[in-house]
């Protein structure tokens, strides 16, 4: 699957937003524009396929009515996701909802991922296996049981038709990184976690259980722009602790650091290779993915990102990112991200804008981008007719 195409309505400042994504999306823009809120959307509709939203606001330190707009007065987060199902011809798969914040929970949803829908609405679901049936004539199941987020967060997977289990499978395994933090990534973890945490908190453990073939793999891509490294170790500690460690040589000495004295750039390096290194989730995220990341190390991170298997999502404010996109890539990719006069998100892509496009014909993505006033730039897109 590959997401295409998302909306939303009243989620913090995004009110009448839409835009589409490609396998590679970059979202450009100035401070305060809503880039970083884009990533937490699409957290958020991941966290509503595995449940407990509770802890995932606890985690974020938000309230949940944070999670809707001041530019509105619903209480209601309505959203329409459009999807392609991986290798399939038949049409692209299809989720809108209406969340409701105060019981942390989606009241009506539609998902269609063919042959197969669900539909809950009035307090109860049905699901639809086959695309010939009328799904007004299947008979309605009473949703007896209490769930956070998407009624598919509690549905035991033996009774979805396989499309809706991929589906759920899919949506539960998107991960975002967008709170990425070397203090985070720096910490002993415990436990057998399957994925590293949107901080990078639980790194050490996730790389402890990590297949050896995985770990060297992510090892030597790293020696390419590290070439000191010999390896990536963790270590074990009573009560299931693991502490991250990195072993570089130095001549004939062979000096091992621990994770709390390896510097920013290198750890936020393993854990985005360590994230790309499992293929089982399909879809990544990483906000300021220059943070941190010396200049030099740059472009061998673009290539690794977009040649990744999953589809990935960043943000910058850098040009030297874009300057390593190929055009084809920038084209198809990078979103430009602006506020309108009361405070709205609104996205465009980039290249498509008439004096961007006329600009990349004869400079590269990074320079069009730093020859250009932001400001100015919306002003040019608020000028068109139509444009909001």
Not at 215 to 236: C, H, N, Q, W, Y
């Amino acid at each position: 699957m590959e997401i295409f195409q998302i909306n939303v309505n009243n989620f913090k400042s995004l009110v009448g937003f839409g835009t589409p994504l490609a396998k590679f999306s970059c979202l450009v823009g100035m401070n305060g524009v809503g880039k970083s809120t884009v990533l937490q959307f699409l957290d958020f509709l991941a966290q509503q396929v595995r449940g407990d939203m509770e802890r995932w606001l606890d985690d974020r330190h938000w309230k949940r009515s944070e999670l809707t707009s001041q530019l509105s007065a619903h209480k209601n987060i309505e959203f329409q996701i459009q999807f392609r199902l991986e290798g399939e011809t038949s049409a692209p798969g299809y989720w809108s909802g209406r969340f409701n914040t105060a019981k942390l929970r989606c009241t009506e949803e539609f998902i269609k991922v063919p042959p197969a829908e669900i539909v809950v609405k009035d307090g109860r679901y049905r699901i639809l296996e086959s695309p010939v049936t009328d799904i007004k004539k299947v008979k309605a199941t009473e949703i007896s049981f209490s769930y956070e987020g998407s009624v598919l967060s509690q549905l035991r997977e033996a009774i979805l038709p396989l499309s809706l289990f991929k589906f759920k499978r899919y949506f539960s395994r998107v991960r975002s990184f967008d709170l990425l933090s070397p203090e985070a990534m720096r910490q002993r973890a415990r436990g057998s976690d399957e994925s590293i945490g949107r901080a990078g908190k639980g790194l050490a453990s996730f790389l402890h259980y990590l297949e050896p073939e995985s770990r060297e793999g992510m090892t030597a891509r790293l020696r390419k722009i590290f070439p000191r490294l010999e390896s990536v170790d963790t270590r074990a500690f009573r009560a299931g602790w693991n502490q991250l460690e990195v072993r570089e040589s130095f001549g004939e000495k062979s000096l091992t650091t621990e994770a709390r004295h390896v510097n920013e750039g290198m750890l936020r390096m393993i854990a985005i290779l360590a994230g790309l290194g499992q293929d089982r989730d399909p879809l990544l995220m990483f906000d300021e993915i220059e943070n941190g990341v010396n200049p030099e190390v740059v472009e061998f991170l673009l290539d690794a990102l977009v040649s990744a298997p999953q589809q990935i999502l960043v943000t910058t404010h850098s040009p030297l990112i874009l300057n390593y996109l190929d055009d084809d890539v920038a084209r198809e990719g990078v979103i430009f991200l602006y506020k309108t006069n009361v405070g709205q998100t609104r996205a465009v892509p980039f290249f498509r804008i008439a004096s961007m496009a006329e600009k990349l014909k004869y400079m590269g993505p990074g320079e069009v981008f730093a020859d250009t006033d932001l400001s100015a730039l919306v002003d040019e897109i608020t000028r068109v007719p139509g444009a909001r």
